[in-house]
Protein backbone atom coordinates (compact mmCIF):
# COMPACT_ATOMS: atom_id res chain seq x y z
CA UNK A 1 0.00 0.00 0.00
CA UNK A 2 1.23 3.47 -0.61
CA UNK A 3 2.11 6.09 1.59
CA UNK A 4 -0.53 8.18 0.86
CA UNK A 5 -2.99 5.48 1.13
CA UNK A 6 -2.09 4.28 4.31
CA UNK A 7 -2.05 7.55 5.19
CA UNK A 8 -5.79 8.36 4.02
CA UNK A 9 -7.01 4.39 6.07
CA UNK A 10 -5.52 6.39 9.56
CA UNK A 11 -6.97 9.38 8.59
CA UNK A 12 -10.31 7.52 7.96
CA UNK A 13 -10.04 5.22 11.25
CA UNK A 14 -9.18 8.98 13.47
CA UNK A 15 -12.96 10.04 11.60
CA UNK A 16 -14.58 6.69 12.43
CA UNK A 17 -13.50 7.09 15.96
CA UNK A 18 -11.14 4.28 16.18
CA UNK A 19 -7.95 5.25 17.90
CA UNK A 20 -7.13 1.27 17.74
CA UNK A 21 -7.16 1.06 14.18
CA UNK A 22 -5.85 4.10 13.04
CA UNK A 23 -2.98 3.35 15.65
CA UNK A 24 -2.23 0.50 13.78
CA UNK A 25 -2.02 1.96 10.57
CA UNK A 26 0.17 4.45 12.34
CA UNK A 27 2.65 2.12 13.41
CA UNK A 28 2.49 -0.47 9.92
CA UNK A 29 3.62 3.05 8.35
CA UNK A 30 6.35 3.73 10.63
CA UNK A 31 5.12 6.66 12.01
CA UNK A 32 5.60 5.31 15.84
CA UNK A 33 4.88 8.50 18.21
CA UNK A 34 1.55 8.95 16.44
CA UNK A 35 0.86 5.38 16.71
CA UNK A 36 2.35 5.58 20.70
CA UNK A 37 -0.87 8.76 20.71
CA UNK A 38 -3.16 6.76 19.19
CA UNK A 39 -2.84 3.92 21.52
CA UNK A 40 -3.06 5.78 24.46
CA UNK A 41 -6.41 6.75 23.20
CA UNK A 42 -7.21 3.66 22.71
CA UNK A 43 -6.72 2.37 25.77
CA UNK A 44 -3.84 0.28 24.53
CA UNK A 45 -1.08 1.24 27.07
CA UNK A 46 1.15 -2.04 26.42
CA UNK A 47 0.62 -0.98 22.38
CA UNK A 48 2.16 2.43 23.19
CA UNK A 49 5.31 1.54 25.49
CA UNK A 50 5.83 -0.55 22.43
CA UNK A 51 6.01 2.18 19.77
CA UNK A 52 7.65 4.27 22.21
CA UNK A 53 10.26 1.99 22.65
CA UNK A 54 10.39 1.37 18.73
CA UNK A 55 10.61 5.19 18.40
CA UNK A 56 13.86 5.17 20.16
CA UNK A 57 12.77 8.51 21.72
CA UNK A 58 12.95 8.91 25.36
CA UNK A 59 10.86 11.52 25.55
CA UNK A 60 7.99 9.54 23.82
CA UNK A 61 9.41 6.61 26.48
CA UNK A 62 8.71 8.82 29.06
CA UNK A 63 5.59 9.94 28.30
CA UNK A 64 4.05 6.35 27.95
CA UNK A 65 5.69 5.70 31.32
CA UNK A 66 4.00 8.07 33.22
CA UNK A 67 0.39 7.57 31.05
CA UNK A 68 1.31 3.92 32.46
CA UNK A 69 1.23 5.19 35.94
CA UNK A 70 5.19 4.18 36.11
CA UNK A 71 5.99 7.66 37.68
CA UNK A 72 9.15 5.89 39.18
CA UNK A 73 10.75 5.27 35.55
CA UNK A 74 8.98 8.06 34.09
CA UNK A 75 10.81 10.52 36.60
CA UNK A 76 14.15 8.49 35.86
CA UNK A 77 14.12 9.18 32.13
CA UNK A 78 12.67 13.03 32.86
CA UNK A 79 15.99 13.79 35.43
CA UNK A 80 18.27 12.00 32.43
CA UNK A 81 17.01 14.08 29.46
CA UNK A 82 17.49 17.12 31.96
CA UNK A 83 13.51 17.89 31.77
CA UNK A 84 13.39 19.85 34.87
CA UNK A 85 9.50 20.96 34.44
CA UNK A 86 8.72 17.52 33.97
CA UNK A 87 10.66 16.50 37.31
CA UNK A 88 9.17 19.23 39.17
CA UNK A 89 5.70 18.36 38.29
CA UNK A 90 5.97 14.72 38.89
CA UNK A 91 7.56 15.63 42.42
CA UNK A 92 4.88 18.32 43.27
CA UNK A 93 1.65 16.09 42.43
CA UNK A 94 3.63 12.83 43.68
CA UNK A 95 5.16 13.83 46.81
CA UNK A 96 6.29 10.44 47.96
CA UNK A 97 8.81 10.28 44.29
CA UNK A 98 11.16 12.88 45.77
CA UNK A 99 14.51 11.65 46.88
Known sequence: MAAGATEEAERYCRLNHDPGLAATWAEKHGNL????????????????????????????????????????EALRIWKKLGRTADVARLAKRYPLLRS
Do not use: P
Open 33 to 72: KTAAKYYREARDLDGALRCARASGEELTVARVREWRTEFT
